[in-house]
């Protein structure tokens, strides 16, 4: 079965402060993508990125890094000095099987405080 | 990137009636478009896969005769909500891949249904 599990419903943390977001899957699969997703408060799903089962490589954009860890099944996501335009819902999700079916996670909501 | 556009971004009908929601990929074509559905503090669900020139696949517990789903084209989903009930009222979303497999999916804007 696949399953993305956020345990983090909701986080709150004063603008500068760094936060981290976490994310478990689970699949049998041997290939697969993992995907973050920002959704703001207008409902539109925004693109962060995307990262396939071979590459373990830690990724970093601006204020975002994504910790890839396949001995744990964790793709958790920090945000650096974090801002108040960053509060958003935040969604995790799995592709996996040779289907293009997005998994999502249940979200976790965060708010940003100046 | 890619673009979809997803059409009406908000709507509200008469219990009863149904509505229809468009789902278009504007500069790549789609064989494959999903529908999702989020509740207020939810996460995505996926309602159906909706395949170009055949019938969409339904995920378990969705009603097909309730959701419609056509894909005519490669560029063109649609989704009709048939007679429409204050319990369906919800955020509708759709997503479009060029069709290989485990490739980034482009997501509509979304559509917020309230039935009265």
């Known amino acids: 079965a696949q399953k993305v599990t956020q345990a983090q419903t909701e986080i709150s943390v004063v603008e500068k402060e760094d936060v981290t977001l976490d994310c478990v899957y689970e699949?049998?699969?041997?290939?697969?993508?993992l995907f973050w997703y920002k959704q703001p408060p207008s409902g539109e799903l925004v693109f962060l990125i995307r990262?396939?089962?071979?590459?373990?490589q830690n990724e970093i954009s601006g204020r975002y890094s994504w910790n890839f860890q396949k001995s744990t099944s964790s793709f958790n996501f920090t945000i650096t000095a974090s801002q108040v335009v960053d509060s958003a819902v935040y969604f995790c999700?799995?592709?996996?099987?040779?289907?293009?079916?997005?998994?999502f996670g249940a979200g976790t909501r965060l708010a940003v405080h100046p | 990137g890619a673009v979809v556009s997803q059409h009406p971004s908000r709507v509200i009908c008469k219990s009863g009636t149904s509505v229809k929601i468009e789902c278009r990929s504007l500069?790549?074509?789609?064989?494959?478009m999903f529908w999702y559905r989020q509740f207020p503090k939810q996460s995505l669900m996926l309602m159906a896969t909706?395949?170009?020139?055949?019938?969409?696949?339904?995920e378990q517990g969705v009603e097909k005769d309730k959701f419609l789903i056509n894909h005519a084209s490669l560029t063109l989903s649609t989704l009709t909500v048939t007679s429409a009930h204050p319990e369906d009222s919800s955020f509708y979303i759709c997503?479009?891949?060029?069709?290989?497999?485990?490739?980034?999916?482009?997501f509509g804007q979304g559509t917020r249904l309230t039935v009265v």
């Open positions: 997503s479009a891949n060029s069709g290989m497999v485990n490739t980034e999916a482009f």
């Open positions: 699949t049998r699969d041997t290939t697969y993508y």
């Open positions: 990262r396939n089962s071979f590459d373990e």
């Open positions: 999700a799995l592709v996996s099987g040779g289907y293009n079916k997005l998994i």
């Open positions: 500069d790549f074509q789609a064989t494959t």
């Open positions: 909706s395949n170009e020139g055949s019938k969409a696949t339904y």
